[in-house]
């Protein structure tokens, strides 16, 4: 979570609006063929236009003026020879040390800085970048009606409001961080093809495109960190695309005859010096069952053996079976009355029971509440969840505390539940508020050698070997010369 997500949290609440349109026939960019859309190129910006402070809010801009001009540079540059030059493009890099980068309708671009981390030089980048816009080009969200763009925005209503909350739970315990447009093989198909025209059109050499998805199968095949690329779930091709982009490479260039093709290797590397890597401290973390955050300076107990998912604007947490969820989010009102009679008529609740109490300090509010299902012939309707809320007034804030499950678990966990709330507490310890994450550094290589011998070198610890050999693109036994320039972390 981060401290400056509370005023964006307060104008953007619940999910993002899901818009349906009537199907229109208009004709495709790259086809040049009159084809049935779901929706307008007006509508299309409309849905960009609303989605894009959501996802800002949800996940936060990487503060970082390099990073952020240079993916804007880059992308400016690519928009205006796609088949929709038109538009007004965003590029963005998110602060999420998830390994994506995804597109919305409207010309909206997000890569994380988690993805960032992982190229290995600018033609990587480029190739991946003319994809998504390849996206936005075909118009491959106007094309889907079913396609959702979610945000993890105040996730509780879409919890609420589902018949499917099974799945729900079990996606929060799978620290599912970024939900994005999911696309057919056939626009994956396109949008690889144009991610090598475009790239190829720039200068860039499309060939680091291709070699790129083998960092991505690396990555999906778990190790340190088991940090599996969002990237491969929403664009879920096999390997092969390994060898099909190689080819569209090839094809490309001949029609494209230069005599070098741009790869910037060492000028896209010294850009990540000091790129934070994985997950950020200060944004939270949990140590020994313990979710602790050092910027507003509160901690509060996690249950044994569950998974925690933490974004800037809400913690999820639940047990590996899918049967209960918590959720810790912000509210947009003032006062605790205020807070919880709306949490209970928006969600359209009934509430079961209310206590006012204090938290280790903190004026609270506590109410149980149940979605009822519809009624049956002769009898009265059923509840389909349950739910305890806390709400904690903590200085000018007040914070909720969702803790749900079927009511046929909830008996079992209640306790937990109001154990976990009422852990809530002020962070006054200083070597839990003081921790500094890890950072990218460029070191240069003092000696050829292997990979291996080079992270000795560079005084990186041992443990994060395999881990760094992924992120460098680049196996351990792998020969490098001196001077060449890797990737390694220093706090």
Known sequence: MKKNSIQWIKLVMLTLTVIIIAVA??????????????????KEQQLGDQADPSIVASFGLYPDETLQSFINSKGQQMAKISHRSHLNYEFKVMDSPVVNAFAVPGG?????????AHFNNEAEFAGVLGHEIGHISGRHSAKQQRNQILSQVGMIAGVVLSKQFRNYAESAGQSIQLLMLKNSRAH???????????????????NYMAGFFK????????????????FLSTHPDPLNRFENVGKLAKEAQAKDPRSTYKVGRDEYLRMLEGLVFGEDPQQGYV??????????????????????????????????DGKAVMIFT???????????????????????ESTNLTVNGFPAKAIVTEQLGEAQQGQAAAATLKIVTYF??????????????????????????RNTMEGYARLTDQSKINVKPDLIHIHSVAQSGTL??????????????????VVNGMELSEQVTRGTLIKVLKK
Not at 26 to 42: H, Q, V, Y
Not at 217 to 229: F, Q, V
Not at 457 to 463: F, R, S, T
Request: hydrophobic share 35%; with cysteine; charged share 25%.
């Open 25 to 42: 026939c208009s004709r495709n960019p790259i086809t040049g063929k009159k084809e049935a859309f779901l929706m307008s190129e007006s």
């Open 108 to 116: 909206y671009v997000y890569f994380t800085r988690g993805i960032m």
């Open 188 to 206: 994956e198909t396109e949008s690889d093809e144009l991610g090598v025209e475009y790239s190829t059109k720039v200068g860039y050499d499309a």
């Open 215 to 230: 960092t991505l199968n690396r990555l999906s095949g778990g190790g340190e960190g088991d940090r599996i690329p969002t």
């Open 287 to 320: 140590e020994n069952n313990v979710f602790y955050h050092p910027q507003m300076k509160f901690r509060f107990p996690v249950p044994t053996g569950w998974q925690l998912a933490n974004s800037p604007t809400q913690v999820q947490m639940a047990p590996s």
């Open 330 to 352: 912000f509210a947009a009102e003032k006062t605790l009355d205020e807070a919880s009679s709306n949490f209970v008529t928006n969600n359209k609740l009934t509430l079961v």
């Open 392 to 417: 904690i007034k903590d200085g000018d804030n007040v914070f909720m505390f969702h803790g749900m499950s079927e009511p046929a678990d909830f008996i079992s966990y209640k306790n937990l539940f």
């Open 452 to 469: 291996s011998s080079a992270f000795r070198e560079a005084g990186l610890d041992a443990k994060k070997f395999n881990e760094m050999a």
